[in-house]
């Protein structure tokens, strides 16, 4: 079964960022409870609803801009702006001492999480291989599954051997390597897009 250029690329590249987030999801509660200042488990019950309220609070503002210009280079730039900002946090608690770091990173996390859902939801809908929808999105769903399932088990192994900024520094990778993946449906794109437009066509580019 032949899956276009644009799918892979965003399964693939929301493998990487998922394994980036989920190699230090086992050990995010004891790094803030052991190595940030005044950190408690209340301070990560707050940093994953900051993480929550910026994503909410942005989301709807950025889709409504997003669908005023009817193609979809608007939405690669807010998708690729997207993962710089959730690229960054990996690399920031490597820097973070004190509770007040963690909530600004938290918030930048949900900016970023903004920018990032609804054009790449666009994108991927609108490109989706027609009669092969489920299973096109399913591919995205076991590929999020799998990494994040590798990625923590992995994820504890390597905290407890090389530490917490080891396990954040190679979650910053994977992160980047996700985000940057993502260029490549650059010349896949269409200038413009008729008024929601969602309709699953082939793409021009398929493996």
Known sequence: MKINHVIKTLVLSDFFVNAGFSVFAPIFAIFITKQIQGGTLEVVGFAAAIVQIAKVTLEIPIAKF?????????????????????????????????????YFISA????????????????????????????????????????????????GILAQKFGFNFVFFIGGIFAIFGGLNQIKIYKDLKEKVGRGQVTPRPDKSSI
């Open 66 to 102: 997003l669908d005023k210009n009817h193609g979809e280079y608007d939405d690669f730039y807010s998708l690729i702006f997207g993962s710089f900002l959730v690229a960054m946090v990996p690399f920031m608690y490597l820097i973070a001492t004190e509770v007040r770091h963690i």
């Open 108 to 155: 930048l996390y949900g900016a970023g999480i903004a920018f990032i859902v609804p054009p790449w939801y666009a994108i991927f809908s609108r490109h989706l291989d027609k009669l092969n929808e489920s299973f096109e999105w399913s591919i995205d769903s076991v590929a999020i599954g799998i990494a994040a399932a590798v990625a923590a088990a992995v994820g």
